[in-house]
């Protein structure tokens, strides 16, 4: 088999290295990839979102099954034109990916079934979206509609900040169309939980629970980033929030997308809040999260590729979905500067010994050396027995991982350690 992967940071990387379990796949080609990850595949220079080049190359290359794991390819529609050329693919279509590319949509989606979350307006004008400001308690969360590269969402503390995150995302388009329209919502409170989750549009199988640290520096201070790191499972989602969560969530969205005629295929991720109300959805994503697949795909103890092959084919439920009983960690070393304006260029060294537990997100090799090429520059991971010895091997290996300058928390995981040990 030959497999193409759309998509060139930490989490495809984890993708890859997972699959390339599977006997049967014998070549796979990440479109774009990066310089570190090309050891685990062949990296073809196709950016993610050229979905007319992404078909072209699938066609001329005889690729038998295509994952598409950014959010941008879905959004646009990338798994609706493989599939138009006979392309098997991993992931939801156009149709089904609105549940993460506007955030009017989901919202509205999860009022119409009921699904517990924060309560919103929409908004398509501006002075109106100023007028109600005035109405709501602070703090407010005001969100773009569309993909807004993740930074799309403002908290705001005073009245002030809220209104002029409206009118920087309205009047001043900083978000571009993604702006055209918002939702302001309460502002919820409570620890976060990621649930990514496998689903053939019928059936959904939970992945294992996560938590992601947002925030650049220690003790969840500074700006807020793609993910810092992350553990799992998260030792906030409780047996009975998991029960929760399935009954009032997971299922109904499923049948919610089923019956609004837009069957989700792929990797649904739930972004929640476990809130004095209970487990409520703060956003849907279409895709596998970055950088918690770097936590929960070392923690699948069955085939990756088979699975994804049911999601697609619809048999999901007859296929073995069995996660580990251990723990992992995951912690993110970042160029300095990120998340705003970052180094380049840096000689990456990564010790031999530490090569497999090293998902790399941004990196290129330039005369025969490994280059760092991104803010985001690599994941190094650990499992073991307990998340506190998880924690120290990924911390042990950091130091085996060398590029000028490099930044990375120093806290990963402590809050979830906090919870676990009292
Ligand atoms: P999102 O891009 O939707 O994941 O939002 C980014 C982050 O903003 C989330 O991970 C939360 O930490 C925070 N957030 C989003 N919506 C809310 C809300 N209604 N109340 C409190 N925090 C929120
Ligand atoms: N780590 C958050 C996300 O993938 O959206």
Redesign the pocket.
């Known amino acids: 088999m030959r497999v193409m992967v759309v998509g060139g940071g930490g989490r495809e990387h984890a993708i890859i290295k997972k699959l390339k379990e599977n006997k049967d796949i014998e070549k796979i080609y990440a479109l774009p990839g990066n310089g570190g990850m090309a050891d685990d595949a062949e990296c073809v220079n196709i950016g993610a979102k050229d979905i007319s080049a992404i078909v072209d190359f699938a066609v001329e290359n005889s690729i038998d099954y295509a994952v598409v794991a950014p959010d941008d390819p879905l959004v646009l529609g990338a798994v609706d034109e493989l599939e138009a050329k006979g392309i098997p693919c991993f992931g939801p279509n156009k149709n089904a990916a609105i549940i993460e590319g506007s955030k009017v949509f989901s919202k509205n989606f999860m009022k119409k079934y009921n699904i517990p979350t924060?309560q919103y307006e929409v908004f398509s004008n501006k002075d109106d979206a100023l007028k109600y400001l005035e109405t709501e308690p602070i703090p407010t969360?005001i969100?773009a509609d569309g993909l807004a590269l993740?930074k799309?969402?403002i908290?705001a503390f005073t009245l002030e900040e809220a209104k002029n995150a409206v009118k920087e995302i309205m009047e001043d388009k900083v978000f571009g169309a993604s702006g055209n329209n918002i939702v302001i919502?309460?502002?919820?409170?409570g620890p976060?939980v990621s649930v990514l989750s496998f689903t053939d549009g019928e059936t959904v199988v939970p992945m294992i629970s996560s938590m992601d640290h947002?925030r650049a520096l220690d003790g969840d201070k500074g700006l807020?980033t793609g993910g810092m790191g992350t553990v799992a499972p998260n030792p906030y989602y409780t047996e009975d929030v998991a029960k929760i969560c399935m009954e009032t969530i997971f299922i109904p969205t499923i049948n919610g997308m089923k019956a609004e005629g837009r069957t989700f295929k792929g990797c649904l991720y739930f972004?929640l809040?476990i809130t004095k109300n209970g487990p409520k959805v703060?956003?849907y994503n279409c895709r596998f999260g970055d950088p918690e697949t770097q936590v929960v795909l070392p923690l699948l103890e069955s085939d990756l590729f088979t699975i994804m092959k049911s999601t697609t084919n619809g048999t999901l439920k007859d296929t073995e979905v069995k996660f580990s009983k251990k723990s992992a960690a995951c912690v993110v070393m970042a160029s300095q500067g990120y998340p705003q304006k970052y180094e380049t260029g840096k000689e990456l060294v990564i010790s031999e010994d530490v090569k497999n537990n090293v998902y790399v997100a941004g990196a290129k090799i330039a005369d025969g050396k490994l280059l760092t090429a991104g803010g985001r520059v690599l994941g190094v991971t650990a499992v073991a027995e307990t998340l506190s010895s998880a924690l120290k091997l990924a911390y042990e290996r950091v130091n085996k991982v060398s590029f000028a300058n490099a930044f990375y928390r120093k806290d990963i995981g402590k809050k979830a350690l906090d919870i676990l040990e009292g």
């Open positions: 924060a969360v969100k993740g799309g969402v908290i919502e309460e502002f919820l409170e976060e947002k807020n972004g809040m703060i956003e």
